[in-house]
């Protein structure tokens, strides 16, 4: 007999054409469920359109209102959108899996409550930072903090990427069950050496790149939150210590301007190229490829997937010291790992070229132990679903015997 093809439903309060981390994550999930179950996407309406027809899975959409500036972000409102509500109410979901503990992400787990079904919730943020930034505020912070460890807790398991990301929950007071489940790419390097060597020379064309320069790349939200400040100092530096590069900054945001004004103010337009934004995967390619190594000095991040984006082409990154995103590598092994300091950062990066042979091996330890993709994942996924449930079912009928028993005993009693 066939077995049962379950369905998952996946919540979140962001999405397309809104990208950032966080959605590609739901994104990708999702595309990859869909060969094995019924996926269904619950998330807020962009503010520009986005046809959802080209995706391979059911998405259902909210209102959402009330621009938050302060991360680019929408206000989206589920309670109060009837025919999402009514929507919602149709599907008759095995698992809710919310990768957002704020509105949309709360229904979920108050949906997963009333149909007695399991909840999952991937912590993709650092929460009290965000609150922090907003409101300037710790007090209103640990407040906000408490709402959204209280959903979690609601969950029967949290998912974190790393064991750094399982201790940042606990210390905001999560006390449940952890699981590690990491990000993947879908980057896939089926390039031969003849194709990159072409990709690399039209992206130095591109961008007037001469062959002796070497190529540092960021690639992601143009936000300060990122350290990006950091960034361009670490590019003055190198380029007052006659350090021969150009740092290349992939990607928009809501900081890009104020970044531009800087870099003009220093007098870097000459090392420091603002590409823009990248959406094209083979595009996106050629720039990993065509790079030296990538430059992630984020306190803020608690993964980083375009670290392993960087790996599919063997182009380590350089992390900054005691930041959760380089909690998962072994400095000068699979990647490098500098001083929150921009001399001592920039001296780093300066030292990794001063010897190939080893800068060579790290490349290749970067791929062996980075880099995966999320066909890989999803099959980890998946496994982990069908566990969750099973075991869920398991300790429901377990619980609804015991409330018999009790009743039982009780009604004995009284006689």
Same mark, same amino acid.
């Given at each position: 007999? !066939?077995?049962?093809?379950?369905?998952?439903?996946?919540?979140?309060?962001?999405?397309?054409?809104?990208?950032?981390?966080?959605?590609?994550?739901?994104?990708?999930?999702?595309?990859?469920?869909?060969?094995?179950?019924?996926?269904?996407?619950?998330?807020?309406?962009?503010?520009?359109?986005?046809?959802?027809?080209?995706?391979?899975?059911?998405?259902?959409?909210?209102?959402?209102?009330?621009?938050?500036?302060?991360?680019?972000?929408?206000?989206?409102?589920?309670?109060?959108?009837?025919?999402?509500?009514?929507? $919602?109410?149709?599907?008759?979901?095995?698992?809710?899996?919310?990768? =957002?503990?704020?509105?949309?992400?709360?229904?979920?787990?108050?949906?997963?409550?009333?149909?007695?079904?399991?909840?999952?919730?991937?912590?993709?943020?650092?929460?009290?930072?965000?609150?922090?930034?907003?409101?300037?505020?710790?007090?209103?912070?640990?407040?906000?903090?408490?709402?959204?460890?209280?959903?979690?807790?609601?969950?029967? !398991?949290? %998912? *974190?990427?790393?064991?750094?990301?399982?201790?940042?929950?606990?210390?905001?007071?999560?006390?449940?069950?952890?699981?590690?489940?990491?990000?993947?790419?879908?980057?896939?390097?089926?390039?031969?050496?003849?194709?990159? *060597?072409?990709?690399?020379?039209?992206?130095?064309?591109?961008?007037?790149?001469?062959?002796? !320069?070497?190529? $540092?790349?960021?690639?992601?939200? /143009?936000?300060?939150? @990122?350290?990006?400040?950091?960034?361009?100092?670490?590019?003055?530096?190198?380029?007052?210590?006659?350090?021969?590069?150009?740092?290349?900054?992939?990607?928009?945001?809501?900081?890009?301007?104020?970044?531009?004004? @800087?870099?003009?103010?220093?007098?870097?337009?000459?090392?420091?190229?603002?590409?823009?934004?990248?959406?094209?995967?083979?595009?996106? =390619?050629?720039?990993?490829?065509?790079?030296?190594?990538?430059?992630?000095?984020?306190?803020?991040?608690?993964?980083?997937?375009?670290?392993?984006?960087?790996?599919?082409?063997?182009?380590?990154?350089?992390?900054?010291?005691?930041?959760?995103?380089?909690?998962?590598?072994?400095?000068?092994?699979?990647?490098?790992?500098? @001083?929150?300091?921009?001399?001592?950062?920039?001296?780093?990066?300066?030292?990794?070229?001063?010897?190939?042979?080893?800068?060579?091996?790290?490349?290749?330890?970067?791929?062996?132990?980075?880099?995966? *993709? %999320?066909?890989?994942?999803?099959?980890?996924?998946?496994?982990?679903?069908?566990?969750?449930?099973?075991?869920?079912?398991?300790?429901? /009928?377990?619980?609804?015997?015991?409330?018999?028993?009790?009743?039982?005993?009780?009604?004995?009693?009284?006689?």
């Amino acid at each position: 007999m !066939e077995e049962k093809r379950l369905k998952i439903g996946l919540f979140n309060d962001t999405f397309f054409p809104m990208v950032d981390g966080v959605v590609m994550v739901v994104d990708n999930y999702a595309k990859r469920l869909s060969k094995y179950c019924d996926v269904v996407v619950f998330v807020p309406s962009g503010r520009t359109d986005f046809d959802d027809s080209t995706l391979p899975y059911k998405v259902v959409r909210c209102n959402s209102k009330f621009p938050v500036v302060f991360l680019d972000y929408d206000l989206p409102m589920p309670s109060s959108d009837a025919k999402f509500l009514k929507q $919602l109410k149709k599907e008759e979901l095995d698992l809710v899996h919310i990768h =957002s503990p704020f509105s949309i992400g709360k229904l979920g787990v108050k949906y997963a409550k009333k149909h007695n079904i399991p909840v999952i919730a991937t912590m993709h943020s650092q929460y009290y930072k965000d609150f922090l930034l907003a409101t300037k505020s710790k007090l209103i912070s640990k407040q906000l903090l408490k709402n959204i460890v209280k959903t979690f807790n609601e969950c029967n !398991e949290l %998912w *974190t990427m790393n064991p750094a990301c399982e201790e940042l929950s606990r210390t905001y007071g999560y006390k449940g069950k952890v699981r590690l489940m990491p990000n993947g790419t879908n980057l896939v390097n089926e390039h031969t050496l003849e194709e990159q *060597t072409k990709f690399s020379n039209e992206i130095r064309e591109k961008h007037c790149i001469s062959p002796e !320069e070497k190529i $540092l790349f960021y690639i992601g939200r /143009m936000h300060k939150l @990122k350290n990006l400040d950091f960034v361009i100092d670490v590019c003055k530096y190198l380029k007052e210590n006659n350090f021969k590069f150009k740092m290349l900054f992939v990607g928009g945001g809501a900081h890009i301007d104020y970044f531009q004004k @800087k870099v003009k103010s220093l007098k870097l337009n000459d090392v420091i190229i603002f590409v823009g934004p990248v959406y094209d995967n083979l595009e996106k =390619s050629k720039y990993i490829i065509s790079a030296n190594l990538q430059i992630f000095p984020s306190f803020y991040d608690t993964d980083g997937i375009v670290r392993i984006e960087a790996a599919a082409y063997n182009v380590p990154t350089v992390f900054i010291e005691n930041s959760i995103a380089s909690s998962v590598i072994t400095d000068e092994v699979n990647g490098y790992i500098g @001083k929150d300091d921009v001399k001592l950062y920039a001296e780093k990066i300066i030292s990794i070229f001063k010897d190939e042979a080893k800068y060579q091996l790290v490349r290749q330890k970067c791929n062996e132990d980075i880099y995966i *993709t %999320w066909e890989s994942i999803a099959n980890d996924v998946i496994s982990s679903y069908k566990e969750l449930i099973s075991n869920f079912k398991i300790n429901s /009928m377990s619980e609804n015997k015991k409330v018999k028993t009790t009743r039982r005993s009780l009604k004995t009693k009284s006689i």
